[in-house]
């Protein structure tokens, strides 16, 4: 199994930036894909970037392509999501995740981090 830990959240102005780290344990090779996801209080956990084993895929949500660039490092078992012009709408706890293979499934990936809380003031 694979465990998922967020960090890097916090209070940031609109305009400003954040990068989001999430660290794997256990059977890091089973991470074939990762990504972030999000969830706005009172709505549905959202898609926001995924990333290949390589690196050489990557894929975004409309709402952040452009403004977020998503990476990570093997040899460190780490995924990071850099976050740029934020905007008070990208207010969210955000959830890394992991799957076996690539792409990373939209709704059930099949392993979870715990989320950390991003807040952006306007």
């Known amino acids: 199994q694979v465990q998922l830990e967020e960090s890097g959240g916090g209070l940031v102005q609109a305009g400003g930036s954040l990068r989001l780290s999430c660290a794997a344990s256990?059977?890091?090779?089973?991470?074939?894909?990762m990504g972030w996801f999000r969830q706005a209080s009172g709505k549905e956990r959202k898609f926001v970037a995924s990333i290949s084993w390589s690196g050489s895929n990557t894929i975004y949500a409309d709402s952040v392509q452009g403004r977020f660039t998503i990476s990570r490092d093997n040899a460190k078992n780490t995924v990071d999501l850099r976050m740029n012009s934020l905007k008070p709408e990208d207010t969210a706890v955000y959830y890394c995740?992991?799957?076996?293979?690539?792409?990373?499934?939209?709704?059930?990936?099949?392993?979870w981090g715990q989320g950390t809380l991003v807040t952006v003031s306007s």
């Open positions: 995740a992991a799957h076996r293979s690539w792409p990373l499934p939209l709704r059930s990936p099949e392993v």
């Open positions: 256990g059977r890091t090779f089973s991470t074939g894909a």
